[in-house]
């Protein structure tokens, strides 16, 4: 799916609709975009030293985005 | 010549002699002249002195008077003719004594050739006294025999006598009459009144006579003799032997053996028959007396009569004779015993009879009930004692007692149950019966008699009456039942009743005559009405309590919602863009439009499940719910809710439960109270909750929800139902009351157990499909 120059837009979201939308509407626009149900999904699948546009839900199972965001920040 | 007058003197002496041994005296009659010559005895005879010189008119006036117009006509007859006479007539001395004189005499004439009668006259006093009381005697006895025929024929006996010597058999008339022959038709022999004898008593009879005249007993026997007719007849024959009554110094060898046998026989069959009819009558009166229970006993002058089976009654001994007034009184039960004795002094004083039922106690101490009748028998005014009659009538007595209880008992379950029952014919307008509850109910006096039909049918309100009248018509027409399940009755204060009567025709093939029962159900209405009015209210207080529930959950409920919508606004933003690709890219395009139809239909389905619970008024019918389906429904709901508040939602769902007759909404209601409830429990904390379902071996669901959050209230889990209960700041106290009232109108179970490693469950039951009730 990677290709050189197109940044990639991340999307967590535990809505499948939700999700499935805003990952279709980034697609639209020509930019590439990867989703997950749970932050903790997106951590154990990305390196934070990725840089990369997070679209991030705030009200989240197991860790809400603000949590998430706190982390985020403490890895750097 | 002196030789000669002496030999005549001598003569003459020896016939004087004679004449006074047989008193008769010698007479001559000189016809012409009159003179008469008498000898001595004649003078004696006819009471003159010898000084007399005797004339024919002197005799004629000593003749007595009624003879002697008699004895003028023979002396005039005899002067005239000269024929001898010979007469019997009275003479009367001078003293009054008559005599009875026998003269006889002889025509003759004298030496100058007139006529002179020569005769005897004999005084015959004697032999005529003995004669006439010969006469007397013969007349006496015959009139003697004739009196003993009379009473032989009244008496139906008669005599036989058998003279041993001559073989002769001698027979009274009534002897034959008995043997049915006419009196003295022929003459007996022993062999034809052998024949006569029944064959079967022949033996008997001849052997045992023998035996007892040889033992020097009177033979008494009784047997039966075939008259010549046929007729069998039994007759009682005592038989004796007759002795000769030849002087005892008569060297005469028979003076030493009976000579005659002699006997009486009288005709017993009458008696007999009448003997056997008297006690074959006795047989039945006390047979019936035994049948029936009852003695008979009679009081008078002669004495005090109990019949056996009075004795039995009393548990008495009849060789004990009949008891005493005062011995009577201490077998009458003490609590009957004085109003007896009363009884018994006015019967005795004012003779009085009486007719009552007392209670008597056996020697053995057993209690009898009995009906004494007595009546006293007066005779021309006067009383001459009392009869009576005692029946045991302990059976009946304690039927009738029991029949009294059971239909006082049925009084009482009808007035508390308040219903009538009824016997009446509709085609007659003949009322049988009417217990005193129909009366009451139609707002009648129970004891204000009779009523007739029509009155009945007054009380009825105007507007029902036609309906009543027409469902009781249709059946008497079709010969069925009818019901009436609900009329109005006017009661006299103006109030209405609400009646239900119904109706079936008895056995008794009667057209129009029914049995039936009427009852008040104007309580019953009454509840009814407030059964609807309290399930009204419910209802509102459902709907309250899901609006409540809704208001908790708006937050919730409203992302629930907004997020599908922004999903599709968001795939619409992609949409538009996919559109404006040159060329448009339409596959994305296509796919971008499906899930906005998918997001679109699923924030409509939370408004759609929404809705329902908001809706006032009665939930709407029942139906065959998959309780699994709205479990899942629940959670979606709640989801937001449980997320809200850290609480992770569970299912544990058994495959195979039975689906459930339920109204939908009340069963989300009842998921969503106890669901909310346990995400409440859990609000500070955080938890699990679980939600359960499974069926029971008797095919019920049971759903459970368990949370892991600050339990029940100590021995408070029943109360936690109540009212108006609540441990909530904001909580109305209604959300588990309502879902114990909608559980248990499914026939179900909620309750409350606490966990044992932390918070509490709530479970509740609901009947599987096929019992479940509608």
């Known amino acids: 799916m990677k290709s050189a120059g197109v940044p990639t837009v991340f999307i967590i979201d535990d809505d499948r609709g939700m999700r499935q939308a805003v990952q279709d509407l980034v697609e639209s626009v020509g930019l590439r975009a990867e989703s997950f149900a749970t932050a903790l999904e997106f951590l154990s699948r990305q390196t934070p030293s990725e840089p990369s546009c997070l679209v991030l839900d705030v009200r989240l199972p197991q860790m809400s985005g603000l949590d998430f965001q706190r982390r985020l920040t403490e890895i750097g | ?170 027979w009274s008339d009534e002897t034959y009459r008995i043997f049915g022959l006419n009196p003295q038709e022929r003459r007996m022999h022993l062999s034809m009144i052998r024949e006569m004898v029944h064959p079967e008593d022949r033996e008997a009879l001849y052997s045992g006579v023998d035996v007892e005249l040889d033992a020097g007993v009177q033979p008494v026997a009784e047997f039966r003799i075939v008259t010549p007719n046929g007729d069998v007849r039994t007759v009682h024959a005592i038989t004796s032997r007759l002795w000769s009554t030849m002087p005892a110094d008569s060297k005469d060898w028979e003076s030493e053996r009976p000579y005659k046998l002699f006997g009486t026989v ?85 003779h009085c009879g009486f007719d009552q039922i007392e209670r008597i106690v056996r020697p053995d101490g057993q209690l009898r009930y009995v009906r004494a009748v007595a009546v006293p028998v007066m005779e021309q005014g006067t009383c001459k004692g009392f009869i009576g009659t005692t029946m045991d009538v302990t059976e009946q007595e304690l039927l009738t007692q029991e029949l009294r209880r059971e239909r006082a008992y049925l009084a009482e379950a009808q007035s508390l149950t ?38 009945f049918w007054d009380t009825v309100h105007p507007d029902d009456a036609p309906v009543v009248k027409a469902t009781v018509k249709n059946a008497i027409d079709t010969r069925t039942d009818y019901d009436v399940p609900e009329y109005r009755v006017r009661l ?95 596959e994305r395009a296509r796919t971008a439009a499906a899930r906005i139809e998918q997001d679109a239909n699923r924030a409509a389905d939370v408004i759609n499940s929404l809705r329902s ?21 629940m959670t979606v709901l709640l989801r937001i809710e449980a997320d809200r508040h850290s609480v992770t939602i569970h299912r544990a769902l058994e495959a195979d439960v039975p689906k459930v007759l339920a109204n939908r909404v009340q069963l989300q209601q009842v998921l969503m109270n106890l669901m909310l409830n346990a995400i409440e429990a859990m609000k500070e904390t955080g938890g699990y909750l679980t939600i359960g379902s499974r069926a029971t071996p008797e095919g019920h669901l049971v759903v459970s929800i368990s949370d892991t959050g600050v339990g029940l209230p100590a021995g408070r889990s029943e109360q936690i139902f109540d009212a108006f209960h609540t441990t909530k700041p904001q909580g109305t106290g209604m959300g588990l009351t309502i879902t114990r009232s909608i559980v248990e109108s499914y026939g179900g179970r909620v309750w409350a157990t606490v966990n044992e490693g932390a918070g509490a469950s709530f479970h509740f039951t609901l009947p599987g499909e096929s019992e479940a009730r509608i």
């Not at chain 2, 002058?301 to 004795?311: I, K």
């Not at chain 2, 039936?516 to 159900?521: E, R, S």
């Open chain 2, 266 to 350: 009288q005709d017993v069959s009458e008696l007999k028959r009448a003997t056997e009819a008297l006690q074959q009558n006795q047989f039945y009166i006390s047979e019936g007396q035994r049948l029936a229970h009852m003695g008979s006993w009679a009081f008078n002058a002669s004495g005090h009569y109990w019949s056996e089976e009075l004795y039995k009654i009393y548990g008495l001994d009849p060789q004990d004779g009949a008891p005493t007034v005062e011995q009577y009184l201490t077998l009458i039960h003490p609590k009957d015993r004085a109003s007896m004795a009363e009884t018994i002094r006015r019967m005795q004083e004012e």
């Open chain 2, 1 to 170: 010549l002196k030789i000669q007058q002496a030999e005549l003197q001598r003569q003459w002496q020896y016939l004087a002699e004679a004449q006074r041994l047989c008193q008769s005296g010698i007479f001559g009659w000189k016809v012409s002249n009159g003179e008469l010559v008498w000898s001595d005895e004649t003078y004696k005879i006819l009471g003159f002195t010898r000084e007399t010189n005797p004339r024919i008119d002197q005799f004629f006036d000593r003749i007595h008077p009624e003879d002697r117009e008699r004895l003028r006509e023979l002396r005039d007859r005899s002067a005239q003719n000269g024929t001898d006479f010979d007469v019997e007539h009275r003479i009367l001395l001078p003293d009054g004594v008559i005599r009875y004189v026998h003269v006889v005499a002889h025509a003759g004439t004298d030496h100058s050739g007139n006529r002179e009668y020569v005769g005897i006259v004999s005084d015959i006093t004697e032999r005529k006294r003995a004669e006439d009381e010969r006469q007397a005697l013969s007349r006496d006895l015959k009139e003697s025999n004739a009196r003993l025929e009379e009473a032989q024929r009244v008496a139906h006996v008669g005599y036989w006598e058998w003279d041993l010597k001559t073989g002769d058999v001698i």
């Open chain 2, 418 to 455: 308040h219903i009538g029952s009824w016997v009446t014919n509709f085609a007659t307008g003949q009322v049988l019966h009417l217990s005193d509850e129909v009366y009451r109910l139609h707002g009648f006096e129970p004891n204000q008699g009779q009523i007739t039909l029509e009155r």
């Open chain 2, 492 to 586: 006299p204060d103006g109030s209405i009743r609400f009646l239900r009567t119904s109706g079936r025709p008895t056995g008794s093939g009667e057209i129009g005559e029914y049995i039936g029962i009427t009852m008040d159900v104007t309580e019953r209405k009454r509840a009814e009405e407030e059964r609807e009015r309290l399930r009204q209210l419910e209802a509102d207080l459902a709907h309250i309590n899901r609006v409540n529930m809704m208001g908790e959950l708006a937050a919730a409920l409203a992302h629930e919602i907004k997020q599908p919508i922004a999903a599709s606004i968001t795939s619409a933003n992609a949409l538009l863009r996919w559109l404006a690709h040159n060329p448009p890219d339409l």
């Open chain 2, 613 to 633: 619970f908001y809706r006032t008024g009665t939930p709407a019918e029942r139906q065959l719910v998959d309780v699994k389906e709205i479990i899942g429904e």
